[in-house]
Each structure stands twice: as structure tokens, then as C-alpha cells.
């Protein structure tokens, strides 16, 4: 039994096939000529570079750039509008501090100009106004009662309000629909 483990085939090989040695016993004296084979050779270059083809660009994807574009146009137009109306208001503020101070400075100019007491005493010293005479003081006897009357609203009944309102509501309707 040592023996048969230690036995060795002899396989011929061709390639990576091997034959069994019973199939195709060598020959005595003739050799074996085996294929030429030669190495690979290894180009040594550069990779190749892929060349994308072509595209077309997306009508979908102009039209949202372009809406992104007119949504910042108006954006940027509403801020200029924002500022402009902030420097009104700010102007139209400072105006109307001047016109109140303006108005008040009038006011009392106009109470001094119609001051009755200094309109007197400027017609008096001229002469253009006299004190009136007896003769021309016209007096006015109002001792008779006045003739005015007051009467009393009657009480309003809550039930009589109630059925009022809905009479009225339930007529409304009706004119509604006719």
C-alpha cells in the first residue's frame, strides 16, 4: 500500500490540458514540439478618454431658470419700491411736523387778530364806532312760560319686541321670495 501512494503519473500536458499517459503513450525518439506561444506584450498609453455625447438642454429647465430670473427681478423691484415709499413717509412726517407747528403758530395769530376787547378799543379811538344811545337799545320781554311739552316713552314689553321682530323677519323672507 506505501507503494501505490507513492506512485507517481506521469501526465503530459499541452497547455492547460493533461492526458493520461495510457491514452497517448510518448514515443520513444520523438520529441515533443510544443506551440509557440508568445507573451502578451503590455501597451503602455494612456486611457481612453469618453467623450459625452451631445445634449440638448431642457425646455422645462429654461423656463424655470427664466422664472427664477423674473421672480428676482421683482424682488429686487419691490425693495426699490419699499425704500422709496419708506423715504416718503419719512419726508410726509417732517412736513407734517411742519405744517402742525405752522398751524399752531396761525391759531394764535387768528385769536389775536378777532380779539373783540382790542377790535373795540381800535373802532373806539378812531371814531368809526360809538358807544349805542338809549334810542337804540331794543330789549326783548320774555317773561311769558315756554309752551314745550315732555311725554313720557311708554314701557316696552320684551314679548311684544320679540313677536315685532319676528313678524318683521318672517315678512323679509316672504318679500325675498316673491
Not at 1 to 17: F, L, S
Request: no cysteine.
Amino acid at each position: 500500500m506505501a507503494t501505490a501512494a507513492t506512485k507517481r503519473h506521469d501526465y503530459r500536458v499541452y497547455g492547460n490540458v493533461a492526458y493520461d499517459p495510457a491514452y497517448a503513450p510518448e514515443r520513444e525518439g520523438e520529441e515533443r514540439v510544443e506551440p509557440l506561444i508568445r507573451p502578451r506584450e503590455r501597451v503602455v498609453g494612456r486611457e481612453r478618454v469618453r467623450v459625452r455625447a451631445a445634449g440638448y438642454v431642457a425646455p422645462t429647465a429654461v423656463i424655470g431658470f427664466l422664472a427664477v430670473a423674473a421672480l428676482a427681478v421683482l424682488i429686487l423691484m419691490s425693495y426699490v419700491q419699499l425704500t422709496d415709499s419708506a423715504n416718503q413717509i419719512v419726508r410726509l412726517r417732517r412736513e407734517a411736523d411742519a405744517l402742525a407747528t405752522e398751524h399752531t403758530d396761525l391759531m394764535t395769530q387768528y385769536e389775536l387778530a378777532f380779539d373783540l376787547k382790542t377790535v373795540e378799543e381800535q373802532m373806539t379811538a378812531t371814531g368809526k364806532m360809538v358807544q349805542p344811545g338809549a334810542g337804540q337799545i331794543v330789549s326783548l320781554n320774555l317773561s311769558e312760560p315756554d309752551s314745550a311739552k315732555l311725554y313720557d316713552e311708554p314701557k316696552a314689553n320684551p314679548l311684544g319686541e320679540l313677536w315685532g321682530s319676528f313678524t318683521e323677519a318672517v315678512a323679509n323672507i316672504g318679500a325675498f321670495f316673491r
